[in-house]
DNA sequence: CGAGCCGTTGATAGTCATCAAAATGAGTGG
DNA sequence: CCACTCATTTTGATGACTATCAACGGCTCG
């Protein structure tokens, strides 16, 4: 009956829009040991090549994936929304094969790692849901992987910045525009371009009337021509379809 | 006891490298409704946008992952080799967000999505090893966001090439060299460049003493030099141990 | 009010794309 | 068995997109 601020709402939410759950599900979910942490920027989560023993749920403020290469260079893999889980990827391999640090400021629960695993495989529904979530993460990686591979600097730009819109949307996050939480250098490592670039491109956006900035709040004055400009379209996010409505422009 | 020669058995082998499995796991699987198709060439295995009804096991042969984009070009998200299950990604999502395709000809088992999403639900230790080998394959995607995004051309190609090596070794299908099964126009999609750029580069690595070809037959006269060229480390690829030593060259 | 991060701008260079066309090899049919 | 066709590989010339280098301005914060 409290389950309404409870710090896993979202995350229970987001399992439930995937696949129907049952009471018993949510109240296995709810009675795990948890802790809850608060995170400053930087913060790391997960840390490539370590052994992960939590698996943490954002809650509030924002995360990414990123892998280094040998010469230093940084790419960002995926960005985390609250009510993402943050080590679904790496729950049921033994070393995590990236990091994730915060972006922003934020709030985790940390749940056992252990208990997690033994949930998703002891109750289907939850399997299932947890399956489907890291399904829909690996289908947003293979755009990602469009996106960097076939795309120029300006698709790229435009093309995560949809996704960002919709997501936030879809969890009842965000309206017509957001507060992109990073900076033009971590942008940068997203599409795979040099901040430099990701600055002029930006500028290129609002001077063509497809977004308007001021700081880091960003809108959509034009999001039909905003999704043409990205080559955008939400089908790879397998969002269900009440929230395809209530999200539809 | 007849297992040796069942199609399933690499897959089977490959799930109980991730997860020691049960005789009654085997058999739950050995027991499942199949049907073997040869398919040459260019055949569908899963088409964008479709709603699969099967999952197919390659037998033998290659399949490609991929996305078009809306301009029209490919780009190649993830090379199938024997043994693996092509719809593990889509088997439990209700329209597939991506297509596959056959590399060159081969057979597949086509399994029921259905018997086979019970299977993994109802039966735990065969549940996790399908949720390992999906994981394992969203972190070769997230290396793959990597190499297109932060690498330069030389490097993703010797990425790739060092990538399909250790993995073709790891199931026991090459020794020093392979015979590489795709067009340098599809090379060129998988490394987000383009057909005549990725021939100049094969042409160097040549030059440099770091591939031999003779048509598409390549070995690796220098496999130190070739890692280090593609800035390769098999950590992403989670081969279980015994594997690594087996396949340590 | 200084320090520092971040965003912005300009000039130049390089990697890779594009366009075009020839060479090579495989498969086909006469 | 050879001519023919088509896909693929190879080569050359040119140009575009993006990186790199450098420096300055604006905010935020201690």
């Known amino acids: 009956m409290t ?3 409870h710090p896993l709402e979202r995350f229970i939410w987001e399992l439930n829009s995937h696949r129907p759950l049952e009471d018993a599900d949510r109240q296995a979910l709810l009675d795990l040991p948890l802790r809850v942490r608060s995170l400053d920027h930087g913060a790391y989560l997960v840390r490539e090549g370590g052994l992960p023993l939590v698996c943490s749920v954002l809650v509030d403020g924002f995360a990414f994936r990123q892998k280094l290469t040998g010469d230093g260079s940084r790419q960002i893999i995926a960005l985390c929304i609250p009510g993402d889980a943050v080590d ?7 070393v995590s094969d990236h990091s994730v640090q915060m972006l922003t400021r934020g709030t985790v629960v940390d749940l056992n790692r252990s208990d997690l695993q033994h949930l998703a495989l002891s109750r289907p529904a939850l399997g299932a849901a ?11 990686m293979r755009e990602w992987v469009v996106n960097v591979g076939r795309r120029d600097a300006r698709e790229r730009i435009a093309h995560v910045l949809c996704e960002f819109a919709v997501r936030l949307e879809a ?18 490592d997203t599409t795979g371009l040099t901040p430099v670039h990701v600055n002029r491109v930006l500028k290129g956006l609002e001077a063509d009337g497809l977004i308007t900035r001021q700081r880091r709040m960003i809108q959509f004055p ?6 043409h400009a990205g080559d955008f379209s939400r089908q790879y ?3 269900p379809e009440e929230e395809i409505r209530a999200a539809a422009n």
């Open 222 to 227: 034009d999001w039909r021509a905003l999704q």
């Open 3 to 5: 389950t309404e601020k």
């Open 171 to 188: 969890r009842g996050l965000s309206k017509a525009g957001f507060e992109l939480p990073m900076t033009q250098e971590q942008l940068a």
């Open 130 to 140: 947890i399956i489907r979530t890291t399904l829909v993460e690996a289908s947003i």
């Open 237 to 239: 996010l397998h969002l």
């Open 88 to 94: 679904l990827q790496n729950m049921f391999l033994d």
